[in-house]
């Protein structure tokens, strides 16, 4: 098992989340298991709706600056 840091993006926001990689010599490896692909989904739909306090409960949230076009 090792550990990773992922990151999911939308819209204005970064957030990151400290996951397990699984290994197996039987599957696809590694893999995340299903309890952490489930949070990853969780912050990804609360980013989209814009509950960034529910995003940042699963996961450190990052506001990212807005580009002006010049």
């Known amino acids: 098992m090792r550990h990773k840091t992922k990151s999911v993006h939308e819209g204005n926001y ?5 996951v397990e990689l699984l290994e197996s010599k039987e599957s696809w490896a590694p ?10 989904d969780a912050v990804r739909r609360a980013l989209r709706r814009g509950d960034v306090r ?10 990212l600056p807005h580009a ?3």
Request: proline share 0%; hydrophobic share 50%; aromatic share 10%.
């Open 14 to 18: 970064v957030a990151e989340m400290h």
């Open 31 to 40: 893999y995340l298991s299903m309890e952490d692909a489930y949070k990853l």
């Open 54 to 63: 529910k995003a940042a409960q699963l996961a450190r949230v990052f506001s």
């Open 68 to 70: 002006g076009v010049n």
